[in-house]
């Protein structure tokens, strides 16, 4: 009876457990998830060519076979994010990895252009909400270790990126895109096999007022864990006064926020645009559409500086048989491998020096990798520079991630970071536009100075954030 008199919340509770093999488990199957996202991402790299020489499609019907994943992950980042919010992080990635599954592996079959195109548009829709098993996972994480634990799930995306280029350099030659496309879409359906195993958040299930799945939860964490649970009993009480008092947010401004529990569309976006929120919202979208602008801008440059500088006769020292596939296949090795130093400088510098700080360290330190190639380098050069930009824009976009889930509470967090996500797909989708075409036309100079200009603004916004949450406990 004396326990009763004492209470704890969710993040009191993940505190004294630890990180166990409860958390190995679920990192283990959101990472594999997130590797099959990369896979499908990838793809994109490969398949295009052997399709325009089989359907003898034009250049532009090549690019819209990407574009369209894009369109579809617009509309998949937002649309997600709502049911993961308002019908639980089980059923938001029940229903991503459905789509993508089976999209893709239809992909593979498709008899026409109409058809593969329809396809790959709900494959960028499944896509779209590859976010959910990152809020899913970060909920279950104690808080003084989130961000190094969160920099670790991302490394799953490398490892797939890595592993459908080696794929693909396997299957592709012998058996064409078909069955690449087919054997891509194999790692999605991997997850659902597991799906009943897979717990639903605690933290979700307590907004929700349902303690009591949540306390079975938690006792299973414990079990596993081989840890207690704090005396008393799972309240639905939380530390967001502690949270907003840190970001000199009033807590009058942030209770409507924090207590809805019903919402439809409409007020999601009210509510992101709020007084409380705005300037953190504004900035998040810009700072997301600034880091996709550049992430898939230096993977495009990577080949389009190698072959481009040798047909404008910017700098014959780089061979123009760099366009072969053997050529295509090494690069993408050495543009996915640059991740990993990413991970690493994000993994040290996240809940060391801050989210905030590290992000505009990177993006600035991009900035001096991209600035020697305003004009045209030697091939070695250029890609170590090239190297050295993907590794911190990555480690860049790896830590927004983490950032953009903990500045709303549980009530919002895969909406609001669904949203932001799609906004960086809105970047992604402008950059071949805009960018890259600029090197395609011999404008070497003021492709780079436009990423110069974009990593610096988005730089600056990260400056301007009103929240460090380094070390804070999520909002409830």
Known sequence: MQNEAYSYTVDEALLSLGFGKFQAFVLAYAGFGWLSEAMEMMLLSFIGPSIRTEWGISDGQESLISSVVFAGMLIGACTWGFISDNYGRRIGFLCTATTTSLAGFMSAVAPNYACLITLRFLVGVGLGGCHVLSSWFLEFIPAPNRGAWMIVFTLFWPVGSVFQAAVAWVVMPVLGWRWLVALSSLPSFLPLLFFNATPESPRYLCKRGKLEEAMLILTRIASLNQASLPPGLLCLKSPEEEYVAS????????????????RNGLQVFHYLLSPALLRSTVLLWLVFMGNAFGYYGIVLLTSELSSTNGRCKLNPTIPIDLQDESSLYRNVFITSSAELPGLLLSAFSVDKIGRKASMYLLLFTCCAFLAPLIWPQKEVITICLLFGARACVNASLNIVYIYAQEIYPTSMRSTGLGVATAMGRI???VCPLVAVSLVENCHQTEA??????????TGVATILFPLETKRCHLMT
């Open 427 to 429: 970047g992604g989708m």
């Open 448 to 457: 780079i100075l436009l990423f110069e200009l974009i990593f610096f603004v």
């Open 247 to 262: 970001s000199s947010v009033h807590m009058t401004e942030m209770s409507p926020l924090i207590m809805t529990k019903e």
